[in-house]
């Protein structure tokens, strides 16, 4: 995997100098920015740089203006999936697989951020090991989705990443806007 941990993509490091280009070859996924403005819900594509770092989605989605509500879904490598809120008092997070924070750098920067060892397995292991969450499971509540819907969501270990996001914006209304972006993507 080109987006497994390596000496120069540490989820230790706080400042990003970027990740290895070589590393999109490999890596399948999405990342959107979603905006809830004015009533009306606006999906543009993210980067290919934001499934890598979670510093370079924040980024993304901190450049965005709007006096609405902002925040960015990623699936990433059809593994796992990352919702993140930007706010002056940091930044909001869920990822929806912790036991592959070994794999991943972006799942690592996840827990780094919020404080949670980074899960040590072999790799032989990582088949036998039951997926968990970890963040803030309610930080899409204050838009229409309950804390107790999201974890229904993320329990849903039979779907891939791609299908849990769709539920997300199923829920909160704009399947629709996901969707148009999603089949302009390159897949």
Do not use: C
Not at 104 to 132: C, G, H, S, T
């Amino acid at each position: 995997m080109a987006a497994q941990r390596g000496s120069n993509n540490s989820a230790k490091a706080k400042k990003f100098d970027g990740p290895d280009s070589n590393a999109f070859d490999d890596l399948e996924g999405f990342g959107v920015a979603v905006v809830h403005e004015d009533g009306k819900w606006k999906v543009t594509p993210l980067p290919s740089s934001a499934l890598l770092s979670l510093s370079a989605a924040e980024t993304e989605l901190r450049e965005m203006r709007s006096s609405g509500a902002v925040f960015g879904l990623l699936d990433v490598d059809d593994e796992f999936f990352v919702v993140l809120r930007p706010a002056p008092s940091g930044t909001r997070l869920l990822l929806s697989d912790a036991s592959l924070a070994g794999e991943y750098d972006i799942a690592a920067d996840v827990l780094d951020e919020l404080n949670i060892d980074i899960p040590d397995f072999d790799e032989d292991e990582l088949d036998d090991i039951e997926p968990w969450p970890e963040g803030d499971m309610g930080l899409l509540t204050d838009l229409g989705l309950p804390e107790a819907v999201m974890g229904i969501i993320v329990a849903e270990t039979d779907l891939y990443p791609d299908e849990q996001l769709g539920s997300i914006a199923q829920r909160l209304g704009f399947p629709d806007e996901l969707a148009a972006v999603l089949d302009k993507l390159p897949r």
